[in-house]
């Protein structure tokens, strides 16, 4: 089969990152396994930290996972199924979520999904999606209503389940009347906009440093937009009574967002973050005169991802997107890395 693998890293993410070549196809060897033909697979920021070796301490430490299939954004149609595999037939349209777990953990048994102590992330410590086959297992798909095409909804795999994973939790602190800030209207952003305004009443206040991408959350439902730039948290400050909002979400969390999110954050509010990179740095004083709470968020659980295909299906929640022969991945990570992506990129195998 065709597929897109890493051979060696390089944090100057050169034209040829990424090969395309022959492999051979995965094979059931689990009871439990689930090989799926890639309908498509979304393209992340995570794959071009990948490539730069960034992740490489913590899913490669012995030096011995190349050369891979990245690719962890997936949907597709079920082609075979383990014996002991039951959820799904063969022909089903199915989007993978991120982590294959175990069932039998403590954290799997709770349902907190991205905890499984035995959990392996294909697209990061093993083969994954930018290729014409993936293997994965029975816990990890969800099953689709077929009106959901895998082009459509593939980003919603990770992008989407973590921007809806934050907003879910919020969901009890943001009653009528409430505020939300949202800091960044870019892929994982523009999906949490359509979720708090699906689940939520709260007024959604989006910021950004991009004129364009402010115009897309209006259409995306934002109630008020807020250039980045000089002045720009007090006006944020304003429009909250100047006392800002009950939860702030940092879909950035690097080059300043996560100092500004904690600003815009009322006392007893919450500031979440979701966006890494940066540094939070918050006098502990602060923290305890206002009693803000500061709340991490890690993509999400396999129930998140199920109430999100819902809400897509009910057509609350749509992605925007760039679509890309699988061919030409590494034209689509010249891209992203350039800033010339718009929405999400999505990788589509030949006749898929
Ligand atoms: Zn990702
Ligand atoms: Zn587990």
Not at 90 to 100: A, E
Not at 268 to 276: Q, T
Not at 304 to 329: F, N, R
Request: glycine share 12%; proline share 5%.
């Amino acid at each position: 089969m065709k597929a897109a693998r890493l051979h060696r890293y390089d944090d100057s993410i050169p034209p040829d990152s990424l090969t395309v070549e022959e492999i051979d196809e995965p094979k059931i060897e689990n009871p439990f396994d689930v090989i799926v033909r890639v309908g498509a697979a979304g393209l992340c920021r995570t794959d071009i930290h990948v490539v730069e070796g960034q992740w490489a301490p913590i899913q490669d430490p012995d030096g011995t996972l190349l050369p891979y299939v990245l690719g962890h954004e997936n949907s597709g149609w079920v082609e075979e199924v383990g014996s002991a595999v039951t959820n799904v037939e063969v022909g089903d349209t199915v989007i993978c979520h991120p982590l294959m777990t175990c069932g039998l953990c403590m954290a799997c048994r709770a349902g907190d999904d991205m905890r499984c102590e035995n959990g392996e992330f294909p697209g990061l410590s093993r083969d994954g999606g930018f290729a014409d086959l993936l293997k994965t297992n029975a816990r990890a798909v969800v099953k689709l209503d077929p009106v959901l095409e895998p082009k459509d909804i593939a980003a919603l795999a990770d992008a989407g389940l973590t921007a809806y994973h934050a907003v879910r939790k919020s969901v009890p602190l943001l009653n009528a009347g409430t505020r939300a800030v949202v800091i960044g209207a870019g892929g994982l952003g523009h999906i949490g906009i359509q979720c708090l305004k699906a689940m939520t009443p709260a007024q959604v206040i989006v910021v950004d440093p991009n004129e364009k991408a402010l115009d897309l959350a209006k259409d995306w439902g934002a109630d008020e937009t807020v250039q980045v730039g000089e002045g720009y948290l007090d006006t944020v400050l304003e429009m909250t009574d100047g006392q800002g909002a009950e939860v702030v979400f940092d879909y950035v969390g690097e080059r300043g967002a996560e100092d500004d999110a904690w600003q815009m954050t009322r006392a007893g509010g919450s500031h979440y973050v979701i966006g890494y990179g940066g540094t939070v740095e918050v006098p502990t004083i602060d923290l305890i005169s206002t009693e803000r709470s500061i709340v991490g968020n890690l993509v999400g659980t396999y129930m998140d991802l199920a109430e999100l295909m819902i809400l897509t299906a009910q057509g609350k929640v749509t992605l925007h997107t760039s679509t890309y022969p699988l061919d030409a991945v590494n034209d689509a990570m010249q891209d992203l890395n350039n800033g010339n992506l718009r929405g999400r990129g999505i990788l589509v195998p030949d006749g898929a």
